[in-house]
């Protein structure tokens, strides 16, 4: 499986602000997605990074709040802008195993956030 | 609606036992679906998947079965270990392949006592 990196791996912020995340990959994969992970609850798929092209947001979440780039095939960013204490999150980006639809996603080892 | 539940929440087993852990999902267009493990302070790692095509996988000292019946899914871990402590997460793709959304369920936390 890929190697995931994120970057911070954990931040504490003030309401207000903004933090992008970083997620690197030691591989080209086509796949690329971010996850948020409220405190003691399961995961939450963000959306898909699509590389070359806007992101797809799923329910709920909007690029303005998480706008996220994909310049290529090994990195991606998200950030939460205007923070509030809410967003504190772990966020997660994961990555497709292959092309296939279906492939299997592996995750990096997550940025913590707390917002105060 | 969409959801991935999961049977019991914290599951205790003593060292060298067998543990299951239950998922059920409503969706019955599903056809993939990946069992995770999630220790403290890291991300999830990939335990074992199947398809819908399948009843039953093997890894190693890891059994995955699927009752599209029923909707259910369980991991079974065999000679469970201390290291196998952590929070376990079904998850499933609920739309036949259409797109690659994972849908998680709500976790369950395994404590395995020596």
């Known amino acids: 499986s890929a190697v995931i990196s994120q970057k911070p791996s954990r931040d504490i912020c003030q309401r207000g602000t903004s933090l992008t995340i970083q997620c690197q990959v030691d591989?080209?994969?086509?796949?690329m997605f971010w996850y948020r992970q409220q405190p003691g609850q399961s995961l939450t798929l963000i959306a898909t990074?699509?590389?070359?092209?806007?992101?797809?947001?799923e329910s709920g979440f909007v690029i303005d709040k998480f706008p996220i780039s994909r310049p290529n095939l090994t990195f991606s960013t998200l950030t939460v802008s205007n923070m509030s204490p809410e967003d504190s999150s772990i966020y997660l980006c994961?990555?497709?195993?292959?092309?296939?639809?279906?492939?299997?996603?592996?995750f990096g080892p997550g940025t913590r956030l707390t917002v105060l | 609606g969409e959801s991935v539940g999961l049977h019991l929440p914290t599951l205790s087993v003593q060292e060298g036992d067998n543990s299951i852990i239950n998922c059920a999902y409503s969706?019955?267009?599903?056809?993939?679906f990946i069992w995770y493990k999630q220790e403290s302070g890291k991300g999830p790692q990939f335990i074992i998947d199947?398809?819908?095509?399948?009843d039953k996988r093997q890894g190693q000292r890891v059994t995955v079965l699927l009752n599209k019946t029923v909707k259910h899914l369980s991991l079974q871990i065999a000679a469970t270990q201390p290291g196998d402590s952590a929070v376990y997460f079904c998850?499933?793709?609920?739309?036949?392949?259409?797109?690659?959304?994972?849908?998680f369920g709500t976790g369950t936390l395994l404590a395995v006592q020596p």
């Open positions: 591989s080209q994969v086509t796949m």
């Open positions: 998850a499933e793709n609920p739309n036949g392949g259409a797109t690659n959304k994972l849908i």
């Open positions: 990074a699509n590389q070359g092209s806007e992101a797809t947001y």
């Open positions: 969706n019955s267009a599903s056809d993939y």
């Open positions: 994961s990555v497709g195993a292959g092309v296939q639809i279906r492939d299997t996603q592996y």
């Open positions: 199947i398809r819908s095509n399948m």
